[in-house]
């Protein structure tokens, strides 16, 4: 288990309900997705929009790709380099 595979998880116990209600895989990809955006300078509120968007014309498929595309060790530093707070991720509950 990788460090961000720990912020997943705290985002699967904490985060908005739409998330928790996903299966883990999707958690695993949609929960990297919110991390990047905000790495990305999205506000919280703006990562979890992005991160929980409904499929639309494959867009799923692009956010697994982009995703694939950045290991969990290059996640871990942006997120350390930016200084995202995984707490900053979890008020906005819904």
Known sequence: MTDV?????????????????????EQAWRGRLALMAVCAGASPAYAWAIALAPD???????????VADVSDDDLAEALLREGVRIDDLLPYLG
């Open 5 to 25: 595979d720990a912020l997943v998880r705290r985002l699967a116990s904490a985060g908005p309900r739409g998330f928790r209600d996903y299966p883990g895989e």
């Open 56 to 66: 639309v014309g494959g867009s799923d498929v692009e956010g697994q790709r982009a």
